[in-house]
């Protein structure tokens, strides 16, 4: 579902090549994504599609005035441990998150993370939100899950002390978001 853009996002610079998909609530914070961050994301999704992988997402987060998130950047997760149906991060995904974010992005923020569902699904586990409630509970911290079988994806975000599934904004390419 493709819908324009609602007058209560922010306001971008260029041309408004902009995509809502799915639903964006009023009070929710918007997640913008850039279309080639996603296409890397899903492509990287489908590298193994026999057991679960994952990665962070980066970028902007602003807090002045109109607040909203701008994912940028994607980062697989190093040493994590993939299985059929689950994915752990191990303190050296940490450590090496940590250290690539120093070194490579050292203006972006930490903005959720990404796994897959190979063929069931798109949803959080329970082992999800744990690690949702642990690592990522800043209540702008998002989550997104790709199923390179079926080729759905989503993301989840922090609403009322609940972390529900939610619309998100594709931003076209050349564009930025105005500060
Ligand atoms: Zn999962």
Avoid at 63 to 88: C, K, M, N, Q, W
Avoid at 130 to 155: M, T
Wanted: proline letters at 6%.
């Amino acid at each position: 579902m493709i819908e324009p853009l609602p007058k209560t996002l922010p306001v971008l610079s260029g041309s408004p090549d902009c995509s809502v998909i799915g639903t964006i609530h009023d009070d929710a914070l918007p997640i913008y994504i850039r279309e080639a961050t996603l296409e890397q994301i899903l492509d990287y999704s489908e590298r193994d599609p026999s057991q679960e992988i994952g990665g962070f997402l980066l970028g902007g987060l602003h807090v002045d005035g109109s607040e909203y998130i701008e994912i940028r950047h994607f980062l697989p997760a190093f040493d994590a441990r993939s299985r059929a149906a689950s994915l752990t991060f191990t303190h050296e995904t940490w450590a090496r998150l940590t250290r690539d974010v120093d070194e490579q992005f050292p203006d972006e923020v930490v903005l959720g993370w990404h796994h897959t569902h190979p063929n069931f699904g798109i949803f959080l586990s329970a082992y999800d939100l744990f690690i949702h409630r642990h690592f990522f509970s800043e209540p702008w911290q998002v989550a997104l899950v790709v199923d390179p079988h079926r080729q759905e994806f989503g993301f989840f975000q922090w609403r009322h002390e609940e972390v529900v599934d939610c619309g998100f904004i594709c931003v076209g390419e050349g564009l930025g978001i105005r500060d």
